[in-house]
T-cell receptor
Framework: NAGVTQTPKFQVLKTGQSMTLQCAQD?????MYWYRQDPGMGLRLIYY???????DKGEVPNGYNVSRLNKREFSLRLESAAPSQTSVYFC???????????????FGNGTRLTVT | GENVEQHPSTLSVQEGDSAVIKCTYS??????FPWYKQELGKRPQLIID?????GEKKDQRIAVTLNKTAKHFSLHITETQPEDSAVYFC??????????????FGRGTSLIVHP
């Protein structure tokens, strides 16, 4: 039982390049999330998916797109990377929704992205 | 939407002292309050949570208190140890409207425990 698995762990991009961050969970969770973490800013929500087939914008969605490929997988795409997207990205999942709304988030190990 | 304020941003204590981190929230409908610990270079991990039908919850050296009237909740760590050094995040969650819910996090408290 691996929990939440993110790839890659580290990535360096040049401005304008694109990439996809992959996330998969094996806990049969309904909800999945993408956060970015910057010094002094805490965890800011980029996009989330309450259930398979749905996605919604969070606090800082500009410059990102997401795909909920199936119940297990939720990917984050940067179409044209910018230096402002240099950050640590965390994927998370939870049972979520309905009566399970008060269930904790389980985080992946993070992806450290640098855009030069 | 929900707004969570967390204080202090940095907390420095001597080993063996107690540490208290406080959070306030704005949405009175929020009724689930988890706390996460993030060690340097690691992912955030749940350490304790509380639901609004209780006022206090303890787990060994860690306790969380909730004051629904004042809309604030606190994390208490007693007999601190160097391994307690980490960033701590509070969060507030309300029941979903429209089928989904979004946890709102505080900005984090960096706790430093000096040996």
């Amino acid at each position: 039982n691996a929990g939440v698995t993110q790839t890659p762990k580290f990535q360096v991009l040049k401005t304008g390049q694109s990439m996809t961050l992959q996330c998969a969970q094996d806990m049969n969770h309904n909800s999945m999330y993408w956060y970015r973490q910057d010094p002094g800013m805490g965890l800011r929500l980029i996009y989330y998916s309450a259930s398979e087939g749905t996605t919604d914008k969070g606090e800082v969605p500009n410059g990102y797109n997401v795909s909920r490929l199936n119940k297990r997988e939720f990917s984050l795409r940067l179409e044209s990377a910018a230096p402002s997207q240099t950050s640590v990205y965390f994927c998370a999942s939870s049972e979520g929704g309905g009566y399970a709304y008060n269930s904790p988030l389980h985080f992946g190990n993070g992806t450290r992205l640098t855009v030069t | 939407g929900e707004n969570v304020e967390q204080h202090p941003s940095t907390l420095s204590v001597q080993e063996g002292d107690s540490a208290v981190i406080k959070c306030t929230y704005s949405d009175s409908a929020s009724n689930y309050f988890p706390w996460y610990k993030q060690e340097l270079g690691k992912r955030p991990q749940l350490i304790i949570d509380i639901r609004s039908n209780v006022g206090e919850k303890k787990d060994q050296r860690i306790a969380v208190t909730l004051n629904k009237t004042a809309k604030h909740f606190s994390l208490h760590i007693t007999e601190t140890q160097p391994e307690d050094s980490a960033v701590y995040f509070c969060a507030a969650i309300r029941p979903p409207s429209g089928g989904s819910y979004i946890p709102t996090f505080g900005r984090g408290t960096s706790l430093i425990v000096h040996p």
